[in-house]
């Protein structure tokens, strides 16, 4: 009855660490205007359209330029750097449910954390996406570009 107790009461934070990392991170990141891809860009954006109608469909530019006629370029800048990792711990003493008088740690040792080897990797990748938008005289659509990479 003790072990489970100790065992519950032990597990409860990591359980609760979990909760509020995938909490927290929602709450800090709210990417849904970071969503445009270059789908988007191809099924939405048409030559004619209105600046108005490239910001509803895309959002606000990362930069605006004019060119030697005075005509509006805007510049969508994505960038997107992905990082996964991976950690795994071997326990020396029987793992969770093992003898709470180990000799390889003792009640540390029986719930996992004692006498085992770790290992772990980090994998990361990078995408970027540019889109440029050139409009004419009448703030109308023009062309438009785009470019995406992985590595």
């Keep these: 009855m003790l072990k489970r107790l100790v065992l519950c009461l032990c597990s409860m934070p990591l359980l609760l660490g979990c909760v509020n990392a995938a909490y927290n991170r929602a709450e800090v990141r709210d990417d849904r205007a970071e969503r445009v891809t270059i789908a988007t860009v191809q099924r939405e954006i048409r030559p004619g359209m209105s600046s108005a109608e490239v910001a509803s469909v895309l959002g606000s530019p990362n930069l605006v330029t004019t ?12 960038v997107a750097t992905e990082t996964a990792y991976s950690h795994s711990r071997g326990s020396g003493s029987g793992g969770l449910g093992g003898a709470a008088g180990g000799a390889d740690g003792g009640l540390l040792g029986a719930l996992g954390f004692g006498g085992g080897k770790s290992t772990g ?31």
């Design 121 to 151: 990797a980090v994998a990361t990748n990078q995408r970027t996406m540019t889109i440029i938008i050139k409009f004419d005289k009448d703030n109308r659509v023009r062309d438009y570009s785009y470019r995406q990479s992985s590595f």
């Design 67 to 78: 060119d030697a006629n005075r005509c509006e370029n805007w510049v969508y800048d994505k």
